[in-house]
């Protein structure tokens, strides 16, 4: 079992930055992945970012390229998600996400993950 624990999350006027931080525990991580994915209300829920745990390739929504950033730290076993000139419609609840195995799946559908996150709201002001 992976449990996972968000953290960051809050309140930030648009243009500001936040830092999210999702620290895993339960099973060591080499080869995974880990990723980000938000919800909006009213909204579907979105893919934002992921990060593969060997060799640190990383992938994007085209709406948060150049702004957003994942990283991790292999001794913490934590992902990150920096938020930067964030906008309103960046506002949502963001939820940490880890695959266990890599092979065959894409980095943007929710259920190729293995273990979910409870979420983190971001609220962005205008």
């Known amino acids: 079992q992976v449990q996972l624990v968000e953290s960051g999350g809050g309140l930030v006027q648009a243009g500001g930055s936040l830092r999210l931080s999702c620290a895993a525990s339960?099973?060591?991580?080499?080869?995974?992945?880990m990723g980000w994915f938000r919800q909006a209300p009213g909204k579907e829920r979105e893919s934002v970012a992921a990060?593969?745990?060997?060799?640190?390739?990383?992938y994007y929504a085209d709406s948060v390229k150049g702004r957003f950033t994942i990283s991790r730290d292999n001794a913490k076993n934590t992902v990150y998600l920096q938020l930067n000139s964030l906008k309103p419609e960046d506002t949502a609840v963001y939820y940490c996400?880890?695959?266990?195995?890599?092979?065959?799946?894409?980095?943007?559908?929710?259920?190729?993950?293995?273990?979910w996150g409870q979420g983190t709201q971001v609220t962005v002001s205008s």
């Open positions: 996400v880890v695959a266990t195995s890599w092979y065959g799946r894409s980095w943007k559908r929710w259920n190729d993950y293995d273990y």
């Open positions: 339960g099973r060591t991580f080499s080869g995974y992945a």
């Open positions: 990060i593969r745990w060997s060799g640190g390739t990383t």
